[in-house]
């Protein structure tokens, strides 16, 4: 398939009930996520048509790109100009997740956003480190992270509060000689103590968050 016969089935499945739903939290498409997957199998890998989608500067093409794309032929400057054009939610997540961390590039690019003045790369380095908890902490300098979280979270913007409590939350879970400190931490600021969560959902609040884990694994 073309470029063109790509957007115009993305415009076919164009829901306006699903993008009112959508823009209520900041992502502007209405293409159904089932659907959308649902083409990118069609599709399957393209690495050469991934980028020309993601040119189109349209919320769902990008989302498709990020599918079919093979991550692993990104250079580092390219992913760092994709994040910082990336205007959706749904999109900075999916690249960082999907992308991003099946790169070659992910420790590189985790301490280059975690410095970044901009809170929402900033919450993309933050994505990074906290993968690097669960995964691979060695190396890293735990406390100095709690430092970070304890200093800054309470005042961060939302993405970048989202993030760092995440950071928080996989530290305490993983690291039993820091879960402690990573409970008070969490219990004094008080972040995300009050979110709304389903039922059979884990509070994002981290002192609930790590309990529950910890929980989990020790049953």
Same mark, same amino acid.
């Given at each position: 398939? +073309?470029?063109?016969?790509?957007?115009?089935?993305?415009?076919?499945?164009?829901?306006?009930?699903?993008?009112?739903? @959508?823009?209520?939290? $900041?992502?502007?498409? $209405?293409? @159904?996520? $089932?659907?959308?997957?649902?083409?990118?199998?069609?599709?399957?890998? &393209? &690495?050469?048509?991934?980028?020309?989608?993601?040119?189109?500067?349209? +919320?769902?093409? &990008?989302?498709?790109?990020?599918?079919?794309?093979?991550?692993?032929?990104?250079?580092?400057?390219?992913?760092?100009?994709?994040?910082?054009?990336?205007?959706?939610?749904?999109?900075?997540?999916?690249?960082?997740?999907?992308?991003?961390?099946? $790169?070659?590039?992910?420790?590189?690019?985790?301490?280059?956003?975690?410095?970044?003045?901009?809170?929402?790369?900033?919450?993309?380095?933050?994505?990074?480190?906290?993968?690097?908890?669960?995964?691979?902490?060695?190396?890293?300098?735990?406390?100095?992270?709690?430092?970070?979280? /304890?200093?800054?979270?309470?005042?961060?913007? /939302?993405?970048?509060?989202?993030?760092? @409590?995440? +950071?928080?939350?996989?530290?305490?879970?993983?690291?039993?000689?820091?879960?402690?400190?990573?409970?008070?931490?969490?219990?004094?600021? /008080?972040?995300?103590?009050?979110?709304?969560?389903?039922?059979?959902?884990?509070?994002?609040?981290?002192?609930?968050?790590?309990?529950?884990?910890?929980?989990?694994? /020790?049953?």
């Amino acid at each position: 398939m +073309t470029v063109d016969e790509v957007l115009a089935e993305l415009a076919a499945l164009e829901d306006p009930r699903m993008r009112a739903v @959508n823009e209520r939290h $900041g992502d502007d498409h $209405g293409v @159904n996520l $089932g659907a959308l997957r649902a083409l990118a199998r069609r599709l399957k890998t &393209q &690495q050469d048509l991934a980028p020309s989608l993601w040119a189109a500067d349209d +919320t769902a093409a &990008q989302l498709l790109a990020l599918l079919i794309c093979r991550p692993r032929d990104f250079g580092a400057e390219d992913l760092d100009a994709m994040l910082r054009e990336a205007r959706s939610p749904k999109v900075h997540d999916w690249l960082v997740n999907y992308v991003v961390k099946k $790169g070659r590039h992910a420790e590189e690019l985790r301490v280059r956003w975690l410095a970044d003045a901009d809170p929402v790369v900033a919450s993309a380095g933050w994505a990074l480190t906290s993968d690097r908890v669960a995964k691979d902490p060695e190396g890293l300098i735990l406390d100095a992270l709690l430092d970070t979280v /304890e200093a800054e979270m309470k005042t961060a913007p /939302e993405r970048l509060q989202w993030a760092m @409590n995440h +950071t928080l939350a996989f530290i305490g879970i993983e690291d039993a000689d820091r879960r402690a400190r990573a409970l008070d931490i969490g219990e004094r600021l /008080e972040v995300l103590k009050d979110y709304p969560t389903p039922p059979n959902c884990t509070s994002p609040f981290a002192p609930v968050w790590i309990r529950e884990m910890v929980g989990r694994r /020790e049953s």
